[in-house]
């Protein structure tokens, strides 16, 4: 096994290491391999997800790193997840692959794939005892060469050896730029045009919009542990009604559930309470929870395969909803209703987000609240009535939260729907504090109703259903959480 060619990485406050100790540490090690017959769970499909990419860029080197760890502070580093691209192509998905990358070379009418990848320290050296970010003493096991070929059914070769593949002659090349800054020096000019990197981001994404049936099965799972982090949000309510800063006890309690369920949050939690959930992407979370008021939970759970869920309610804390909560909530799940209506193969991807809006429009129509008609608000030159319910209605959804985000308009915003496809459908209404066309009693809400949905033959199926969204059923179930 071949030495690291980097001195570890130690800290300032770190004990020297004497040659006794030193000496010492290199002996009497047991072999512990991996259990033979283990695989990663996505092995089997990702050959074919190679083999599509490949068809699209005959001749051409393709290089898909894993990422970098990025430091948090000083000498910390955040968590790492390596780039869904990536992750998605190769199967691994763990913390132990900083600075791997799979390398797609050109070999007869298609592409032999190699991952580069920093293998397990060997027991000879200082690495496994001493290197803070790699070392197995410090970070954790990482499989040798053998075994990584073995978990995921490619070739597999010492990350230090990559330098040669990437500086010397090579067909045309294209990198997922971005990523890892330290492969794209050592890619540099040579055979790289940077003018098809986009491309390369564009058919990585386009790739992945429609889901098989495994994947379907991961959001599914991702949606299951979601709902009971929602469930243990409810049975929380009473302590984090206590806390002064409520809204951080609310992420605290989802955040154990995915940590203990999958690989953590797939996003940043909103807890957000009062006025703050008519700030979009509230993350701050370190407000109370006023009883009297809602709280607006937008959470989800990623798999240790890094599928996420994405779900929204907006709950009573009080457990009932007020008579101005429930006219607004009900305004927001009819247009939830309409969008969901509008699901099926063929349907434009704007449809379902037009039918929500026109459900809004005409709410706030006839609040008064809207001064033109819906038709005039509703149109391009117009969409006044968005002052209120300002984003999309809904986005992709699979490895990342905002799925498939690089891929072109045509394809995704102005494309049609496909069977396997997965989306949310989430309206919402955003009726700031300070908005005077607003009558007092619904200043300082925000609602949204947010579900996860595949595309079926014949329509939708809405994957997130044990979760309540009637104002009824939600006042039911928490009273069964709250009063068991």
Avoid at 450 to 476: F, H, K, N, W, Y
């Amino acid at each position: 096994m071949t030495e690291p060619t980097t001195p570890p990485h130690t800290g300032s406050h770190d004990l020297p290491v004497s040659s006794a100790l030193g000496d010492f540490m290199a002996t009497a090690w047991a072999p512990s391999p991996l259990p033979p017959e283990t695989r990663l769970p996505a092995e089997e499909l990702t050959t074919g997800r190679r083999a599509r990419l490949s068809a699209r860029f005959p001749g051409e080197r393709l290089i898909i790193p894993a990422g970098r760890l990025a430091v948090r502070s000083n000498d910390t580093d955040y968590r790492f997840r390596p780039h869904t691209a990536y992750a998605w192509l190769t199967g691994f998905t763990g913390e132990d692959q900083p600075g791997n990358v799979l390398l797609m070379e050109p070999a007869g009418s298609g592409h032999q794939a190699v991952l580069y990848l920093r293998p397990r320290s060997p027991r000879t050296g200082q690495e496994f005892y001493r290197d803070r970010r790699y070392g197995e003493f410090w970070v954790g096991r990482r499989p040798d060469l053998d075994e990584a070929a073995a978990l995921s059914g490619l070739r597999c070769e010492h990350l230090d050896d990559l330098v040669k593949p990437l500086t010397g002659a090579s067909p045309p090349v294209r990198l997922l730029t971005g990523v890892d800054p330290a492969v794209e020096e050592l890619v540099g000019s040579g055979n790289h045009q940077p003018s098809g990197d986009a491309e390369l981001a564009t058919v990585l994404a386009e790739l992945r919009l429609v889901k098989d049936p495994w994947e379907v099965s991961q959001l599914q799972l991702a949606v299951h542990h979601t709902t009971s982090g929602f469930e243990d949000v409810v049975r929380a309510l009473p302590q984090a009604m206590r806390h002064p800063r409520g809204e951080r006890w609310i992420e605290g309690v989802f955040a154990l559930r995915a940590r203990a369920e999958g690989n953590g949050v797939g996003y940043e939690t909103i807890a957000a309470s009062g006025a703050h959930a008519c700030v979009l992407h509230w993350i701050r979370n370190d407000g109370p929870l006023d009883p009297a008021g809602l709280l607006l939970l937008d959470a989800g759970v990623e798999t240790d395969t890094l599928y996420t869920a994405d779900i929204t309610r907006t709950l009573p804390l009080s457990g009932r909803y007020s008579p101005a909560q429930r006219t607004a909530y009900e305004l927001v799940l009819a247009a939830q209703e309409a969008g969901i209506a509008a699901l099926r193969p063929g349907a434009r991807f704007r449809d379902f987000h037009l039918a929500a809006m026109r459900v809004i429009a005409e709410g706030l129509y006839d609040w008064g609240v809207l001064k033109i008609p819906p038709e005039q608000a509703l149109s391009p030159d117009s969409g006044v009535y968005r002052r209120w319910t300002l984003c999309s209605s809904g986005h992709m959804l699979g490895m990342d939260v905002h799925d498939c985000a690089r891929a072109r308009a045509e394809t995704y915003l102005d494309g049609v729907l496909e069977e396997g496809q997965v989306l949310t459908v989430e309206p919402g209404l955003y009726l700031q504090p300070d908005d005077e066309t607003l009558p007092r009693e619904l200043r300082g809400m925000g609602l949204r109703i947010e579900d996860d949905l595949v595309i079926t033959a014949d329509g939708a199926r809405l994957m997130s259903g044990a979760l309540p969204r009637t104002p009824d059923a939600i006042e039911e179930w928490m009273g069964g959480l709250l009063n068991p």
